[in-house]
DNA sequence: TTAGGGTTAG
């Protein structure tokens, strides 16, 4: 027998060669129970020295057993010393489900359900009489869900069939989560069903299923259920219903759970509450968003990330990068969600400047490798104006994913660089499978080369055949192809022969076309067709009030405002393009300056819009 | 098992 002295760290530096018996019938402690219950106590209070001190000690003296050394992985997990707990199971010659089981947990808990199933797959299955237990057989489960190990997860149905396991009730819960993350709900239903009365995590389980395959009605009658029976939800339950008034805009219910987690005094989790701040922001409501977050007891760098993706989405960039140095001042430090999110914004501002300084910052933290960041760093670059840059990132990137591709090849298009966009987009095909939002970046590169042929077949074959039906951001570039190549007549046909919930991007597309090529009877029709579909839209009113300047209709242009005075939309920033479309009229001759002092008395001219010098060298 | 992010037509 080889026994090397010291033991380093009083660890056991075993000593493969033992001809064991390792595991010897406890003598040295008074009694086997005592380590038992140092042990016990070593891992509640996370003593992990003294832990080890008994390990080694029980080892000098050969009365390591199996308990004792099951005691052992649970302390060194509990203690977050995964790699010891590792080395222990390693090299003990007998193992049971609770060691597999203490060791699996760790991982799964630790975020690591693969190498959980490794352990698992590691075991010698004579250790295990009648194969996983109860408890192995729920942290399986749970590791399937996680990794999607469908084919496995069925494996441990069947056993827990075979050996009646299926009788416990985490067991069920456990079967049940696997399904509905991994499968269809059909499978996860068929569980459901075999468990008795409202179980509030059985609840949970099918409602975050049917969240998650976007079956918003199924969920919905889950909640319905929830609330007729169930009087007590748990933490989950809040976030989920959340999360389904979210994607459902529900604000009744929304609002009704809000003040129900208040007037119950239901301890706020950060969880909930991040989940409130994001459901009132979903909604376009800002304000109360804003309120939900500045009330929050518990904040974490995710509710910090949540308000602050937020504000940007709804076009409040300042505040979302003021939010962002507030952060850090308080003392939450940024992950690469909350890099994005601030690139995110100052793509917004086209704030070139500071989205560099983000750029430098990021790299800094070690988070300028992440897929998002790059992402949010194309975007950034691409709105600033600065493609070169946009470029520079996407090649420097470790691993390009389809949302990285659709970015490059959508900054490409926007900058007018359509042959390279469409270069890109061949490329991308070696290694990704298309999706909508690429041919939404493909077509308009369509649109900008005018290649209206080639658009067509895109639409109408190879989106076809990869799966992808045509939504209206595609029917929107088609108009905008074919306006493009001056077609409007065939733009205006298309878009009244094909069956598309045209929105009013669409139409405006086709107004402003008109008013380029100076088509102004078409144009004239599609405008009324525009303000009968959004009455209130100040871009329809900038459009046509330009284009009845530009045909040198005076009429046009009083009667557009005489609207706008109807529609009280004298707020929109619009007002300022009519008057500006008046002084191009005077610029040009076409108004006489008793007619400009008509229209200042209509809508009186901001100082910096009367200077006519400026419009001339801006190339009207 | 629960919360936040990055790509979308004019």
Not at 269 to 291: E, L, N, Q, T
Not at 536 to 554: C, E, F, P, Q, V
Request: aromatic fraction near 10%; hydrophobic fraction near 45%.
């Amino acid at each position: 027998m080889t026994v090397r002295r010291p033991y380093a760290n009083g660890f056991a530096l075993l000593i493969h060669s033992m001809p064991s018996p390792l595991f010897q019938p406890a003598q040295a402690f008074a009694s086997r129970r005592n380590s038992v219950d140092l042990l016990k106590m070593f891992t509640e209070t996370r003593n992990l020295n003294l832990g080890k001190a008994i390990n080694a000690h029980l080892i000098r003296a050969f009365q390591l057993d199996l308990i004792q050394a099951n005691y052992l992985i649970n302390l060194y997990v509990k203690c977050g010393q995964l790699h010891l707990a590792r080395r222990l199971f390693d090299i003990m010659p007998e193992r049971n489900n609770v060691s597999g089981n203490a060791l699996m947990a760790g991982y799964f808990q630790a975020g690591f359900p693969l190498e959980a199933l490794g352990v698992f797959k590691s075991m010698d299955l004579s250790q295990l009489s009648g194969g996983p237990n109860e408890y192995m057989l729920t942290t399986l489960l749970a590791s399937c869900a996680e990794v999607r190990a469908l084919e496995e997860g069925r494996q441990c149905h069947d056993h827990a069939l075979k050996s009646g396991l299926v009788s416990h009730s985490y067991v069920r819960n456990a079967l049940l989560h696997m399904y509905s993350k991994c499968s269809g709900m059909e499978d996860a239903l068929q569980v459901f069903r075999t468990i008795p009365g409202f179980d509030i995590l059985a609840l949970n389980s099918m409602l975050n299923g049917f969240l998650e395959h976007g079956q918003l009605n199924y969920a919905m009658e889950v909640v319905s259920g929830m609330v007729k029976e169930v009087a007590r939800w748990d933490h989950i339950s809040y976030v989920a219903v959340l999360g389904l008034c979210t994607d459902s805009k529900d604000l009744n219910l929304g609002r009704q759970i809000h003040s129900q987690i208040l007037r119950r005094g239901v301890e706020f989790s950060v969880f909930a509450g991040s989940a409130i701040v994001d459901m009132y922001g979903k909604w376009g409501d800002v304000k109360s968003s804003r309120r939900a977050f500045d009330g929050l007891l518990n904040k974490n760098v995710v509710s910090w990330t949540a308000v602050m993706a937020i504000c940007a989405q709804n076009g409040c960039f300042e505040e979302a990068l003021k939010l962002f140095l507030e952060m850090q001042l308080v003392g939450f430090r940024p992950t690469e969600f909350t890099y994005a999110v601030a690139l995110n914004a100052c793509a917004g501002l086209s704030a070139l400047k500071n989205g560099d300084a983000l750029n430098a910052h990021a790299e800094k933290s070690g988070y300028k490798e992440h897929l998002t960041v790059g992402i949010a760093l194309i975007n950034m670059y691409s709105k600033s104006g600065s493609i070169d840059d946009a470029k520079r990132v996407f090649t420097s990137m470790p691993h390009h994913d389809i949302i990285s591709w659709n970015s490059i090849i959508t900054a490409y298009s926007h900058h007018g660089l359509a042959n390279e966009a469409l270069e890109a987009f061949h490329e991308m095909l070696k290694e990704e499978v298309p999706t909508y939002v690429t041919f939404v970046g493909v077509l308009s590169a369509c649109a900008h080369l005018g290649l209206v042929d080639e658009g067509f077949y895109y639409l109408n074959h190879f989106m076809r055949e990869v799966g992808i039906r045509p939504g209206v951001e595609h029917y929107t570039c088609m108009v905008a192809m074919l306006c493009r190549a001056g077609l409007l007549d065939e733009a205006d046909g298309f878009m009244r022969y094909t069956c598309v919930d045209w929105d009013i991007v669409a139409w405006r597309t086709l107004l402003s076309a008109c008013q380029v090529h100076r088509n102004y009877g078409l144009g004239q029709k599609v405008g009324e067709h525009v303000l009968k579909l959004d009455p209130d839209d100040g871009g329809t009113y900038i459009l046509l009030s330009n284009m009845y300047a530009k045909a040198n209709r005076w009429d046009g242009v009083v009667n557009i405002r005489k609207l706008m005075r109807e529609k009280d939309i004298k707020k929109e920033p619009g007002v300022s393009w009519i008057q500006t479309a008046i002084l191009k009229m005077v610029v040009c001759g076409c108004v006489d300056n008793h007619e400009k002092r008509k229209s200042e008395k209509l809508a009186p001219l901001p100082s910096y819009n009367l200077d006519a010098s400026v419009l001339l060298r801006s190339g009207f």
